[in-house]
């Protein structure tokens, strides 16, 4: 199969590459059933003056419901010609696993389908949906209580957190066997919440919204060649965790290297940057599968105060609880156990 | 095209010219770049026809371009004909007619080496050529564009001959192509017809793939001596220069035919022993602009 790639001039308008016999547009991030519309009349009218090729319009992370986009595949399906028609396709979902309208593409066609998504490489702007915030209240409350800070007040938990005061009020509700009420009305936990943190450990990764980026140039780069990138970037946003941060709260903590980076991004809002990462590295692309290994993890801080600590030389540091979750994430139990243990308070709580 | 063994032909060239012509003469182009990669693994080939040999300084090029072409037929090297000449040029031969001085060695068709020489001055980029009068006969030094780069701070090896900077012969590369034009190479090349710009550029890609191979920041180094030997080279127009460099390579990234060519060179080439894919070799391209050429590119403004 010849490689996928992206045309460097347009012979049609609408089709982004031309691989053998097929025509691929690719639209990202389409929110709008009239861009979709737009598209496969495009990608139409260049089959038609290709008899011999098949059209793909390719959707990564569309907004569309399938209902919808179905919905309109049968409304094109009354107005083309036959011949076109039965050349063209639909595809959405996952880089490695593509879905077609109205059929699913070869297997060669959905490999060249993933490279060229692969090829464009990590998409800058990432639509985030509502922030966990039980989640993030209990990891709050954690937070603090590691580090020894006390009882804080619901407005504290508030501020911090980004949510109502019924928001709050309602987590900490359900977490009421695991808290101490002040009589001034402040809050804090009991102890450390062994079965509860298994929960937030069990759940980290899709309440944090956790990013995976991996190398496709067959030449990865180190976490410290990445860090060294990072520096650069000058981005109050970004504060490094996983093993790097982690040493930096607890220098002796036992292990050499760390094959990633773990990055946290605070995005309170409803959408991530993440132009960061190409500056990073151009050779990175965002992955799905679990099997493959990882340079970047990026894992987004949804609260309203990030709970950065300033570091040196443009790096800030994600706070230890996210670190620990890093850890966790990474399979690396020992060194989670290890670093939760160094915490003072942590004393005769396991 | 032949593997050869860099360190086996360099060690052949010390051995067969004058010694006290050794210092004149840099190896560039692939082999010098075999070499400095692969040159201590005796497994490690390049595909290469040819060993360019530059000489300098340009003072010194005619009278030891002379010396080094008449040891070498007196130790039977051979004329290497072409399509163009058959034998060698004599005095009635037109200096921008003669042939190169382009010699086999003894009993060894596979390669050949090459004579050039760096620009007389500055502002001399055209293609020139200058008399080599040798009592078999009369030959043309050629020297064009940005060579003057690569005799910029050599890499002395232990045959008492040196190599050009592999990241000065990138940068040379670079500024000779601000743009992919339609020449194609003399000769094919694993039987396809190839664009000189982008073999050339395909070549810088190769340099900094196997330079990121060992060491994996290396590029962010090349903007720092790039501009150095950009202002020692060219004090007048170095700025302008600097402007240019991702032009071409800006240009193959984007057109998926060209990089292919590329990558095809490169294939049969430097990157022999590991080839990349097409989109690996762009994922070069792009590192190569963030950590050496963009930096470079702004602080020319």
Known sequence: MKNAKFVGERKFAGVDAEIGNRLIAMKPRVAALRSVRVALMQLAYALAERPASAGFLVLPDVSVTPERLRDEWRLASSVLRSDVLNRLSICTGEAEHLVGIPQDPDAETQRAISDLIAAAGPRASLSLARPEYPFTVMELLVHQWLLGKGPMTTKWLMETAGCSYPTVATVLRRFEHCLVRHSDRRVQLRAFPKEEWARLVAVSEKARGTVRFADRSGQPRSPDSLLLRLQHQDRKDIAVGGVVGARHYHP?????????????????????????????????????????????????????????QTGEAGLAWADPVECLFDLHEARLEPQAREFLNSFPTMKDQM | ??????????????????????????????????????????????????????????????????????????????????????????????????????????????????????????????KRWVRLATSAGHFGLCSFGFLSLTNYQPISTPFGIAIARPELMALANLLEHPEIRP????????????????????????????????????????????????QVRFPDNWRSFMGRTGAGLRQLLNRPNDLDEARHTCEHGLLASAPPTSEQLRLVGLRLLQDAIEPLERSGR
């Open chain 2, 1 to 126: 095209m032949r593997l050869v063994s860099p360190a086996t032909v360099l060690k052949q060239i010390a051995a067969a010219v004058p010694e006290d012509c050794r210092e004149n003469i840099i190896i560039i182009g692939s082999l010098a770049a075999g070499y400095h990669f692969f040159g201590d693994n005796a497994s490690l080939m390049v595909r290469t026809k040819d060993a360019d040999c530059l000489l300098s300084p340009r003072i010194e090029a005619i009278s030891a371009g002379v010396a080094v072409t008449e040891r070498l037929f007196q130790r039977n090297w051979q004329f290497r004909p072409d399509a163009k000449w058959s034998t060698p040029g004599n005095e009635s031969t037109p200096d921008d007619q003669l042939p190169a001085v382009r010699l086999n060695p003894p009993g060894v068709p596979e390669w050949f080496i090459e004579l050039l020489t760096v620009p007389e001055s500055p502002s001399d980029m055209n």
């Open chain 2, 183 to 230: 020449e194609t190479m003399s000769g094919l090349i694993a039987t396809r017809e190839i664009k000189r710009s982008n073999k050339d550029l395909g070549r810088v890609l190769a340099i900094a793939r196997l330079s990121v191979s060992r060491s994996e920041d290396a590029l962010l180094d090349w903007p720092a001596i790039w501009q150095e030997a950009m």
């Open chain 1, 252 to 308: 002796r903590l036992d292990i050499i290297g760390s094959p990633r980076l773990d990055i946290s991004l605070h995005c309170p809002g409803k959408t991530a940057d993440m132009s960061f990462i190409e500056k990073l590295d151009p050779a990175l692309a965002r992955t799905e599968k679990r099997d493959e290994p990882a340079s970047v993890i990026v894992h987004l801080v949804r609260r309203a105060d990030p709970l950065f």
